[in-house]
Each structure stands twice: as C-alpha cells, then as structure tokens.
C-alpha cells in the first residue's frame, strides 16, 4: 500500500464513496479513510431502518461510480408515484412518473445497500486504496500537501484531504470551521411495518402540524416510515407496545393503507440544520452532511451529498495544475453552496407553513397545494427539479 495519493477522502459513506470511485474513474490516486465497515448484507436480511429516496440524478452518479448495478443486485424498491396531503384541509397533491413519461420518479434503497455496492467498486478499483478500520487523529498542511496522521499511527499524504466523515465531522473540527445549526427540536421516527392495503409503489406524505409522516414503498410490500414529531412525542411512541404503536400510526396516516398489521425495530433520530462557513480551505474540502444537513421531510440530504461529490469531482477532473489550491476548491463551493442553502431553507418554510395551525395559513396551503395539482407545468417542473432530470 503507498502513502502517497492526489486526495485522501475522509469517511466512507455514501457520499465519500461516491467521490472515491469518480476519481478513481478519473484516472485520480484515492485513499478512502473509513472508521466503521458497513455490517454485510443478506437478501434474507429484514429490511434496515436506514433508507434513502434516490434521485435519478444521484441514481446517474451511483451509475457511474460503478454502484448501481450492485444496488440493484442486493435490493432497491423504485416508486412511480408521490401522494401528498395536508391532515388539516382537502390540499392534496399527487405526481406521477407515467405523466412525466418517465419509468418511475427515484428509488428507495437501504443507506447499507448503497455503500456495500460503493464498496465493491472501491475494492475492485486499482487506484483507490481502503483504510478500514481507520479515522483521521490529525493533519497539517503545507504549500505542496497535506499530511494526514491516522489513528494507527499510520501518515498518508495527498493534495487534498475531503472531510465526508458526516454530520459530527472530525476533519471539519480539526480544520476550526465553523458551523451554523438550527436545532429542530424534532424527531425522526423510523421502523419497517406492514400495511394492510398494497402500498401501489407510492410514497406517501401527509403533513400534519407536528410535523410530516412519510411512508415509502419497499420490494416486499412493506414500507418505511419516518415520522417527524416534537422530539418528546416522538419518544412516548418509541416507548409505546407494537400494537398500540400499530394503531397511532395507522390513524396519523389517516388510515390510507388500512391498518398498520406489524412493525419491526424501532429508532427516532434527533433533527438539526447545519451548514458549513466555508466548506473549503487550502488543501481542504467538505462535502455531504459533514457540509451541511437538512430537514428529512423532502428526502434529499444524501442526493445534496452527492451532487456535491459529483461537483468536486468535475472540478478536480477539469484541473491539470494544483488541485488542492483554494481557486480549484472555490469554485466547486461557489457552484454546491447556493443549492444546498435553498433546499435547507425551502425544507425550513416547508415545516414552519406545514406546522401553523392559524387559519390563514391552513387556508393557503391547502389551496396552495390544489392550485400546484392542477397547474400539470408548474407540478412537473418541481417533480423534476426533486428528481435531478
Ligand atoms: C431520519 C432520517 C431520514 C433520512 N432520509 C433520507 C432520505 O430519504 N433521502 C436522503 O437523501 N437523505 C435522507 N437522510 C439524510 C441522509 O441519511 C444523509 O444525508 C446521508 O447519510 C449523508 O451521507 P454522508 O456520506 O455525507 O455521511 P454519513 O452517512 O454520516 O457517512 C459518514 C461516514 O464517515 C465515517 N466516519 C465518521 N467519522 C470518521 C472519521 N473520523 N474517520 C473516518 N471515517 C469516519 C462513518 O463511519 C460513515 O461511514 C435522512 C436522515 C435522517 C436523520
């Protein structure tokens, strides 16, 4: 194994993988720096709490990152329909792949599935090394390069170190950049059930002032709930039995799938907005949620991920001189900060309209919403915008 690569990558999720394997295919020496393996997989695994709606866009960088094939080899459940709904009114807004002309509008997949299949790309890579188990202790950086220290005592040097180690980001800490973090002070709930009703290949989403319940369609017919809710609320239903816990969720969804019949594991993860000020310095990068997270409601924190990686890696890919100088590492923030700040804020207006009970504000999302359904340009401009074509 060298010591010597053109960038370190600090964290092997979903989205540090992603960049791994584009600069890999870039002709790029890559060490990717992992501290935890995902757990392996097993088609007769039950379902993981953890999934994420793939876009078709981070579904064309999975594609070319050498993933997706693998993603579809384990398994990934796609949706041809998204029904929304508002639980105070008759707004209701429903979009469908068929009216887009397109196969379907994303895929729900398990975050585990995602980064086992980046996994086997990276391993099957010959110029992307793995350094797992291993984390960043320290770097110092110079007019040439980083030097990165790991915690086996090991030092690595390259022209760029990338923090993609996530949302408490150790490489972030250690560069001193600063964060900016909007406490939700709001739960969410996820767990795999069973519904009584098919779930017809649909994601559901019904808002409700304390906040959205979504569910999404799995390829065995369950689905996966994330539940957003104050955050004590959120554990009094953690705490609840199965069946009492069956009943309340079956009712939040206003009984669209009929009956909730059975519910796996339960978990609830605590919700905060952060952004990054700035996301670059000289020889440093962050990208993913260790730049920035966001409200779940619309599920698009790993597709901003990812079009991070996918940005970085057109900028280094079109670079023939330094690639770790802050011009090159400029103009990747310039072209990601804009996008990422509008979906986090529109996600924040999206909770803060949602959540108020007053009547003026019910009365204008709930036409709001009916307007957009029959508006089919305006609908489907958004549809796509979400889904990256
Ligand atoms: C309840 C909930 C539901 C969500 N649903 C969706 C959804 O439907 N769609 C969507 O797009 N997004 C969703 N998200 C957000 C999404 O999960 C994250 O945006 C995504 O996981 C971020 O990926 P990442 O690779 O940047 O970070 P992470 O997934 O956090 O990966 C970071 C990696 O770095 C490793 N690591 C950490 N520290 C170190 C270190 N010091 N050295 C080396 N390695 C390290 C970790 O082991 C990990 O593998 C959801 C989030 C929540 C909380």
Redesign the pocket.
């Known amino acids: 194994m060298q010591t010597q690569y053109d960038v370190i990558i ?7 993988s992603t960049l791994a394997c584009l600069l890999g295919n870039a002709g790029k020496r890559v060490a990717v ?4 393996p995902p757990v392996d997989f097993s088609p007769s695994d039950p379902y993981d709490l ?4 793939i876009s078709r866009a981070s579904q064309r960088a999975l594609l070319e990152a050498g993933a997706w094939e693998g993603i579809v080899a384990r398994r990934a459940a796609s949706y041809e329909v998204m029904q929304v709904w508002d639980a105070t009114g008759d707004g209701e807004i429903r979009f469908d792949a068929a009216d887009l002309g397109e196969p379907d509008l994303g895929h729900i997949v398990e ?1 585990r599935v995602v980064q086992l299949a980046l996994l086997d790309a990276i391993r099957a890579h010959p110029s992307i090394d793995l350094l797992c188990p291993d ?2 202790a320290a770097f110092a950086a110079d007019a040439q390069q980083i030097t990165v220290t790991l915690a086996s005592g090991k030092t690595v040097q390259a022209q760029l170190l990338v923090g ?4 408490q980001s ?1 490489v972030r800490d250690l560069a001193g950049i600063a964060l900016e973090t909007n406490d939700y002070g709001q739960k ?1 709930l ?1 767990c795999v059930v069973q519904t009584a009703a098919p779930h017809q290949a649909t994601a559901w989403q019904r808002f409700m002032p304390t906040g959205p319940l979504a569910f999404l369609p799995l390829g065995d017919g369950s689905s996966s709930i ?1 539940w957003t809710l104050p955050a004590d609320r959120a554990d009094a239903l953690l705490n609840l039995s199965a069946s009492d816990f069956c009943r309340e969720l079956a009712q939040a969804l206003d009984f669209r799938l009929g009956d909730v019949t059975a519910v796996g594991e339960r978990a609830a ?1 605590s ?1 905060r907005g952060r952004h990054a000020e700035p996301y670059i310095q000289a020889r440093l990068a962050l990208v ?3 730049a920035h ?1 966001i409200h ?1 409601l619309a ?5 901003l ?1 990812i079009k991070d990686a996918v940005e970085l890696a057109n900028q280094i890919r079109q670079t023939h001189g330094d690639i770790g100088s802050v011009k090159v590492l400029r103009a990747y923030e310039r072209a990601r900060r804009g996008d990422n700040v509008l979906t986090q804020k529109a996600m924040e207006g999206f909770r803060l309209l949602f959540g108020n009970t007053l009547m003026p504000w019910k009365i204008l999302r709930n036409s709001g919403l009916s307007i957009v359904n029959r508006m089919s340009f305006l609908k489907y401009e958004i549809a796509k915008r979400a889904m990256g074509i």
């Open positions: 600090a964290g092997g999720g979903m989205v540090g720096l992992e501290a935890h953890r999934v994420s709606a975050n984390k960043i993609a180690d996530g949302a150790k969410g996820v994330v993860f919700l993913g949620d260790a997270t779940p599920g698009q924190g790993v597709n991920g």
